[in-house]
């Protein structure tokens, strides 16, 4: 069995395959797109350019092999309903429209049922999340969203604040131009003074 295992590993890496993800067929891609903005591929300073590319890449869209669910599976009984909030978690992303970096901060905050979960947990979901292409909003959307499927809360709030390189350093270039994102769920959509409170204890006077 052990042989085996061996074996099947030592053929993934011939064959360039890293958790799923097809490395030489990247190295090809980026070979192409360097010799196509009239570079060549083959000069000391971008040899190993590829294979550091594909790498990267397997990287940065890790999340797309992750199930998130899975850290919110363990809960604990507290007699706790107030607001439970974890500010700043940072982030890195990739937009899915240009490729390019957007990072920044995410606030997450839940009105507990019974059941709290560890505080580490709504990092992991969030460094879950957002290793993978797509854009802001839907990054928003998806942690709300299993925060109130998975942890049955009373109410979650999720704000995202982060800096796009797509406007950045290409196109518009607007540097220090952030977007903020927000989903609110159950008690923080429909209770206006529930929805102020977790926003105050987000930003209270840097507003």
Do not use: W
């Not at 993978?132 to 998806?142: D, G, L, S, Y």
């Amino acid at each position: 069995m052990a042989g085996s295992v061996a074996g099947e590993l030592e053929e993934s890496v011939r064959q360039g395959v890293s958790g799923g993800v097809d490395l030489e067929r990247i190295e090809r891609a980026v070979r192409e797109i360097l010799a196509a903005v009239g570079e060549d591929p083959d000069r000391e300073g971008l040899r190993e350019t590829p294979a550091r590319v594909a790498r990267m890449y397997a990287e940065l869209f890790s999340g797309l092999r992750d199930d998130p669910r899975a850290y919110l599976q363990k809960s604990f009984t507290e007699k706790y309903d107030e607001i439970v909030l974890v500010r700043d978690i940072s982030f890195e992303s990739m937009c899915e429209h240009h490729l390019m970096p957007f990072m920044g901060k995410a606030h997450i905050g839940y009105l507990p049922n019974g059941r709290v979960i560890g505080l580490s947990k709504l990092a992991r979901v969030v460094e879950g999340v957002a290793r993978r292409p797509q854009v802001q909003e839907r990054m928003t959307e998806t942690i709300a969203g299993l925060l109130i499927e998975e942890l049955e809360a009373k109410g979650v709030a999720v704000v995202i604040e982060a800096m796009h390189t797509c406007m950045t350093v290409r196109g518009v270039r607007k540097p220090g131009s952030m977007c903020v994102t927000s989903a609110m769920k159950g008690a923080f959509r429909s209770n206006p003074s529930t929805r102020a409170e977790i926003m105050t204890l987000i930003y209270g006077d840097r507003r």
